[in-house]
Each structure stands twice: as C-alpha cells, then as structure tokens.
C-alpha cells in the first residue's frame, strides 16, 4: 500500500486556509497512487489550547473535510482533530480520525496529553489504543507525545505492521522525534510513518522531519528540508513478517 505522509505548515486556527491548502494535495497524491494520505496532528487549526474556540463535535468541520477528501477520491485519509465528545468526557479530545471511502472508518483518542506544554489541563486523556486494517496493511496510530511511550507500542506490536505517528513535535527537540520513530521501528520490527508540520504557531517553530521507517530501522522516505512536502513510500506487510521471522525478537520478551 503506497501511503502519502503530507508535511504541512498549518495556519494557525484557520480551518478554511487549512481545506483549501490541503485539498489540492490530496488529489495529487491519489492520482500518483497514494492509497492513505496522512496529515499532521491538529491538521486544520494548529496546536492550540484554545479549545473553547475551536474544538468540535464528532461530526465537525474537520471530520467532514477527511470524509469527503476520501470519498472523493476513493482513498483513506487521516490526521487528529480536537473533538468534543458529549458522549464522554468534559474536555475534549486530541482526537486521531481515519476516513475512508464509505466514511469514518476508525478513531483513536490520544493516550498521553502533553502536560509540558498544559495539554492535560484542556484535553482530556484517551483509554484505548487501536489497530484497524488498511487494504490488507494492519495500522496502529497514535499521536505527537505517544511517541516517548515504548510500552503503548510493544501492546499492539504482535498485530501491527505499521504505525502512524502525527504531530506538532517542535523544533528544538528535533532530534528526540528522529531518534524515537527509529527506536519504534527497531523494537517493534513494523514500520513508522512519522509525520510533523513546518512553519510557526503558537509562537513555536516547527522543523517538519517527516520520515518512513522501515522494520529494521532503515529510512525509505523522508522529507528533502523543513519547507512543505509529501513524502511517498510502499509499505509491504511482507517485509514485517520477513524481517520478524528472521530475527524472532518479538518472541524474547518477558
């Protein structure tokens, strides 16, 4: 399955400048083959805490944006979105949608708000991690801060072949984010799809470092610079079972 990781820089709280950036990208990568497009985390309105403001019920302005971005072009779509969810909790959620042709396919809650930057005091904590199979691709997502979390990985690893990982993940720590999808394909012998945005909100800066990982650690993609970019890469379920079946690492833990 081709999967195209889209590398933006999100205008901040501005969903309708964030639709029409976007779209025309996702039409180019369906019509280079691109299966499942991802975007960041908060693709349409940035990082922000402020969630009075633009946080949205289930079926909002964001959600319908991936649905019909799929159904248009007949692909799987995703990226996280903040939600509130009147069924659950008082605060809303950093929520991570997957759209696919005939609508909203799966939803995971992030695990791990990101208490640094005050995420736990506006966005409520998810409970469950997830793993949904793509056109035959077995994909765990999880979001941003997730990523320093091994044992959240390694919970879904014996049913996974590729993670998804969307982000705001700033700048100056630039290199934990690099090193850290690298450690999770390792250890988990799967593939990584780590994608970040560019540009600046919120008063920070973000330096992109979109990459694809492969099951042994290996970089198949990854974005030229810190300026917009769609990086495109196969993911072969075949080769996590090859590489797990060589190296039957997964077998030894305790």
């Not at 025309?24 to 990568?29: D, N, T």
């Not at 966005?123 to 997502?141: D, L």
């Not at 974005?223 to 996590?240: C, K, L, N, W």
Request: with cysteine; hydrophobic share 40%.
């Amino acid at each position: 399955m081709r999967v195209a990781a889209v590398q933006h820089d999100i205008v901040w709280e501005d969903r309708e400048a964030n639709f029409s950036k976007l779209g025309p990208g996702i039409a180019r990568a369906a019509a280079k083959g691109a299966r499942l497009v991802v975007l960041p985390e908060m693709y349409s309105i940035g990082f922000s805490m402020n969630v009075d403001r633009i946080s949205e019920p289930p079926d909002g302005p964001s959600t319908t944006f991936l649905v019909d971005q799929a159904a248009t072009h007949q692909v799987w779509v995703c990226g996280s979105i903040p939600v509130k969810d009147p069924s659950s909790a008082e605060l809303p959620y950093n929520r991570f949608v997957l759209a696919g042709p005939g609508g909203v396919a799966a939803v995971y809650d992030k695990i791990h708000p990101f208490t640094y930057g005050g995420e736990h005091e506006h966005y409520a904590a998810g409970t469950q991690r997830i793993t949904v199979t793509v056109e035959g691709v077995r994909i765990s997502p999880f979001v941003c801060y997730d990523l320093r979390f091994s044992d959240e990985f390694w919970a879904l690893a014996p049913d996974t072949d590729c993670y998804l990982v969307v982000a705001n993940w700033p700048a100056p720590r630039r290199a934990h984010w690099s090193a850290l999808l690298v450690a999770r394909a390792i250890e988990n012998q799967a593939y990584v799809v780590g994608v970040n945005r560019v540009g600046t909100g919120g008063g920070l800066h973000y330096s992109g470092d979109t990459v694809v990982i492969d099951p042994l650690g290996a970089e198949i993609a990854g974005a030229p610079d810190s300026g917009e970019a769609v990086v495109y890469a196969d993911i072969d379920p075949a080769a996590v079972e090859g590489a797990r079946s060589r190296y039957g690492f997964l077998d030894d833990r305790r």
